[in-house]
T-cell receptor
Framework: AQKITQTQPGMFVQEKEAVTLDCTYDTSDPSYGLFWYKQPSSGEMIFLIYQGSYDQQNATEGRYSLNFQKARKSANLVISASQLGDSAMYFCAMGDSGAGSYQLTFGKGTKLSVIP | GAGVSQSPSNKVTEKGKDVELRCDPISGHTALYWYRQSLGQGLEFLIYFQGNSAPDKSGLPSDRFSAERTGGSVSTLTIQRTQQEDSAVYLC???????????????FGPGTRLTVL
């Protein structure tokens, strides 16, 4: 069974600073994908970034990067130059790449607050 | 292009009533998913549709829950005889292929917040 652990219920960061949100995962499948989503107070789950288990490079999307350490089973999200609009819940999720594997498993989330 | 849309955005109902929640996926996406997000349980998978294949209903919490997808596009999640524990945000997502969650990004709608009094 898959498991996602996000150990930080809440985080604070000063505007314009970088912040790392932690995510560890557990799976027995050799092929999988890791996703990060942002959920503002409006409720919509917004896709941010994806990392495949066989990708050699860490994924980057603008100010978001994923620090993927496969041996440690961690997939931390790094947000550079934080903005007030980054204040939201952030969820780490995982999906298998095997046939018939289509549901995502989510962590409990981290609430990020950006301080002006 | 347009993202996933859901309606209504909020629904307040009385215990025992039936409710219908609607999801319109991204055009061209063959797979559609329903998840439930509640305070105590986090995000839970409910049901999955892929093309014309039989849906995977393994995540539905009880037989009061059902869902259908007409014409491979719009989906309706129906909750019969609602209970207070059904209060949650119901999120719909769609993806291009839906065959492998590890490679096929799921895009979510804004959700429907259901409150059962």
């Amino acid at each position: 069974a898959q498991k996602i652990t996000q150990t930080q219920p809440g985080m604070f960061v000063q505007e314009k600073e970088a912040v790392t949100l932690d995510c560890t995962y557990d799976t027995s499948d050799p092929s999988y994908g890791l996703f990060w989503y942002k959920q503002p107070s409006s409720g919509e789950m917004i896709f941010l970034i994806y990392q495949g288990s066989y990708d050699q490079q860490n994924a980057t999307e603008g100010r978001y990067s994923l620090n993927f350490q496969k041996a440690r089973k961690s997939a931390n999200l790094v947000i550079s130059a934080s903005q007030l609009g980054d204040s939201a819940m952030y969820f780490c999720a995982m999906g298998d790449s095997g046939a018939g594997s289509y549901q995502l498993t989510f962590g409990k989330g981290t609430k990020l607050s950006v301080i002006p | 292009g347009a993202g996933v849309s859901q309606s209504p955005s909020n629904k307040v109902t009385e215990k025992g009533k039936d409710v219908e929640l609607r999801c319109d996926p991204i055009s061209g996406h063959t797979a559609l998913y329903w998840y439930r997000q509640s305070l105590g349980q986090g995000l839970e998978f409910l049901i999955y549709f892929q093309g014309n294949s039989a849906p995977d209903k393994s995540g539905l919490p009880s037989d009061r829950f059902s869902a259908e997808r007409t014409g491979g596009s719009v989906s309706t999640l129906t909750i019969q005889r609602t209970q207070q524990e059904d209060s949650a945000v119901y999120l719909c997502a769609s993806s291009l292929r839906g065959l492998e969650a590890g490679t096929d990004t799921q895009y979510f709608g804004p959700g429907t917040r259901l409150t059962v009094l």
